[in-house]
């Protein structure tokens, strides 16, 4: 059975909370890091029992999705530079995640 | 040791003949006294010298299970109650997060059902309770077996190991009672043995009694070990892969949200309100902190290596056993140390 990797997802969780208490960006950037970072918690709930199908390609791409995002999240200057992008880049991430809710085999 | 002792007796034997009035006081008597009492020293001083090469190679007879189990009984007991409290609130836990949200968003409803058609935390639990239920049972188990190692290292019931000893319990015993006879004018020395053949029944009664503990400790533990094991090791990859991600996370999201409500709304707060709230996030700051530890995680990980020590104890050979004895001590020390601060930790991620 294949899991989503929710060690990831926990990375990027904690990044966007983070972001949003960070004075480096204004309230607005910090709204918008807090309101994906809940988001994002919701969905790890729900996928931290999930199981999937062995090679299921939603899964994995999402799986390599989570690792784009995390890496793009952890060189701060980088998202300083381009916030906007990077917020975009972690709603197509929730909204992908949001997905695979409904193809889990089942949740133990 | 029996040497000195035969040399003292001879002596003795020696003094009292050469003394009037001692217990050979009549020709004809007198002998026969004499002769039984050199028989009964020649018994007594090879029933000494049989218990102390009995003792000495059978390890001594000292019961060396009963302070190690006692304690992993106890530690045992302290762990679950940390980890029930733990398992016991996660779906408040959840709860207060999500009122959390909506508490620091005017804009947001209470409700059970999200307006994308998903339960809310007040709607469905987030963790099933029958998962909950399993581990707390699971939890359980694994008590009633430190619980049982506790009762077999504690037994003091002879009567169960009365066949062992049966033999040469009723020949000391006999003994005993011929001595008892003969204390008085017939033989004044007598009740000096007295008093250590009744000692001496006893403690080869206990060294029975505590081999045969011993075996029972033994087999308990290697029976229930693999289980307690498969258990604890469960536990463990269910602190690692879920509940320790939904904790860290919940801790940095209640920080989160209360710091950004502060920022948004500070100008419209008084200096006490202003206060109020910075004290708040002071105590989700904490909380924060104490769930990156992986607190209950760590828990299950010093029980484990507790348990493994007592394995290894139990299994060991009677050369090794000192050795993996005090291994044991030092892992129940240990455990005994990261319960006692994680159970503070945990204590602050229990809502």
Redesign the interface.
Known sequence: MLKVD??TL?DV??QC??Y??DGRFD?NQ??AF?AE??RL??L??NL??AQFDDATPAVLKANKQLDAVNTSLSNATAVLAKTVQTLNEIAALVGNLDKLLNVAASF? | MTRILYAKRKAAIRQHSSRAGGFVSTEKSGTKLAAFSNTFIAVIRHLVTTVLCVAIFAGCAVNRYQAPVSAFRDRTQQTIGVLGDFYSSRNSY?IDAYLQ?VAADSKLEVLETDAQG?PTPLGRP?FSPA?IKARLDALNLVGIYAGRLYDLANTTAPASFQTSATVLGDNLGSLDKTFQKLQGAADPTANKYIGPISGLIGTIGQMFLEHARDQLIKKAIADGAPQVDSILAQMRDDMD??FS??V???A??R???L??AY??ERSQLTFEQRTARLLEIKAASAEAAASVGSAPSNVVSSMMSAHKALVEAAASSDKARPMNLAALNSALEAWTTQIQSLAAQVKLLIH
Do not use: C, P, W
């Open positions: 929710t060690s926990t969780i904690n909370f983070d949003s208490m309230l910090q709204s807090l970072g809940k918690r919701g790890l709930l931290l029992s133990i | 959840e949200v998903q987030v998962s892969n879920i991600k939904e860290v996370t919940g940095k999201e920080l989160a949200i710091a950004h920022n948004v």
